[in-house]
DNA sequence: TATTGTTATACTCTATAACTATA
DNA sequence: TATAGTTATAGAGTATAACAATA
């Protein structure tokens, strides 16, 4: 039982209660995804080969802000595990596809992040719902850095 | 010059833009504050202090959402920097103060931030900038676990 | 010359367990 | 018995530099 109540001057702060919120929904799915031996990242992954079968490992890594030398042991976990496979598609380029065993393991992570998302949203007041994407859009800027 | 646009089927999912925009401001800041060789942390922390002088080292790890183990090494880099100096108030715990250096960090540092918050504010269009903290705040749902 | 994948490495942040000394 | 601080350690995640092979 707390003793006094202290007062948090970071909460008028958009940037810092963007930052704590990212944080604790971030851990909620990744406790979401341990039952299926799965990390946030490994499930963005697996989505956007599935959207784009044959995309290469350095055009994933920029889509999803992973740098190449990170995408290496990344991409070799999820081989090794059977989710996606590997193919040369000129002799420096690796297009990446899903197997089956990704593509039915997108099938039950799929559904994980669709209730880690809806339960996200329905934290935030019916008026206001339709506002967080555009929002969060607008916050994220990814074109001028 | 990118060859083929590949399509982000991410950018729907209010957690994963939640992210993103959380980790570019970050960095955002990160890089505004290099100046003053501070990291966006160490500014939370000094504002919290100043906020509530006296708080205690485990009672600023909890509002900071920092867990004890984690906040010896950083409290000592403040101390040692000279910005925050500790204090016996019984003889476990340690009461956190600003020093003179500290407090005048800290108006710097403040200026940072309050450019950094108004840019991240400015990239919302107007007529949904009202509604940018309740959103978060609610995303963020600090209570229920 | 620029790009792709790679290796190696380092740094930050976070997480856990165990210990001590106090309240 | 629960709390505050500490130590040690391990694991993510991220960052940089350099290299070979190839476009």
Redesign the interface.
Known sequence: MPRAR?????????????????????AE?NQRLARLDLR?ADV?ML??I???PG?TQS?AGH?L?IQRANMVPFVARLEGRGVLQRRQVDRRSQALDLTRRGRMLLVRARRV?AA??AA??K???DR?RP????????????DRP
């Open positions: 202290i007062k948090d001057p970071l909460l008028k702060l958009p940037g810092y209660v963007l930052r704590r919120a990212s944080a604790a929904a971030l799915l946030h963005a989505m956007l599935e959207s784009s995309i055009q889509v802000a992040v880690h998302e996200l949203l934290r935030v007041p206001l506002m967080v994407l555009p929002i969060l859009m607008a916050l994220w800027n990814r």
